[in-house]
């Protein structure tokens, strides 16, 4: 996967910024991070303008932990209390463990709601509290996510799935687009285990040979976190045969499609973690571009 293989199209439908404000019982430390300990401390974050279409919601939560007297879980299960100008109610969100270094373990997960059950207009608030004994979670502005089902909404540039660049369009004949929305650039990853996660929207990534003395790229990963009954709906768009490939969070296929033109595939989640997409081809096509459109629904 090359640097710039693979794109977020975000469609921002009339909304932006960051998400603001973002309150905690503790000041944050250098780095930005406020750590809380589970016993008596909160995180909050307030966004405004949500006001795009779609029925579905989803969070995203990325955060580091310290201070685990035993060792550290696969899983690790939060409390969200989430309200609206409607509404105002708590969901538990499973958050899987995505890295370790030092003392300092980090967790990310995702959350897919409903825009009725939330009564969501523009206004959402999302605050937590609790979590491990004596453990403390490193929270900042930047750690929760929002996304519409058509469009993009970010508190940050970076995220779970490592960082990530604002660039220009790619313009396309072959590649169906709608109004030059921007684009974020994923970096490269070495494989399977490396793969960014990625959210539900549009993303542009490239596959084939790019000449001589250059090896052929042939295959791109990504992984999205599921919960069991998610619905994962893959839609892909390609010049040439590509072979899209879905595996489980134990490496196992469940899913996979093949061909060239306009290609779909729904899978049904029975069980929770990260699930892997790979996108490959096995003859030597001269470089062509790809559209994949991810969409995750209860």
Known sequence: MRGKAIGLLALVLGFGGLASPFSASRAPDSSGFAWIPTETGYAQWQFYDLSWEGQYLCLELFLHTRGWRAAPPSFLSLSLRLSTFGAALTKNIAL???????????????????????????????????GPSGVELGLSASSLRVFGERTFYAGSDGGAGGPV????????????????????????????????????????????????????????????????????????????PVSVQLLDPHGREVGRIS???????????????????CISVSQGFPTFPYVLDISIRR
């Open 165 to 240: 660049v604002l660039n220009s369009p790619i313009s396309s004949a072959s590649v169906p687009s709608s109004s030059s929305p921007p684009e974020k650039i994923v970096w490269e990853c070495e494989g399977m285990e490396d793969a960014p996660y990625v959210s539900p929207g549009r993303y542009r990534g490239e596959l084939g040979w790019s000449g001589p003395g250059k090896p052929l790229d042939s295959k791109d990963w990504l992984r999205v976190n599921l919960n069991v009954g998610h619905i994962l709906e893959l839609r892909v768009s390609a010049p040439n």
């Open 259 to 277: 061909g060239s033109g306009e290609l779909g595939l729904t899978f049904q989640a029975s069980l929770r973690g990260s699930h892997y997409i």
């Open 96 to 130: 899987q463990r995505v890295g370790e270094k030092g003392e300092i373990v980090s967790y990310f997960g995702q959350m897919i709601l409903s825009r009725r059950e939330l009564g969501l207009g523009s206004y959402l608030s999302v605050r937590i509290s609790g």
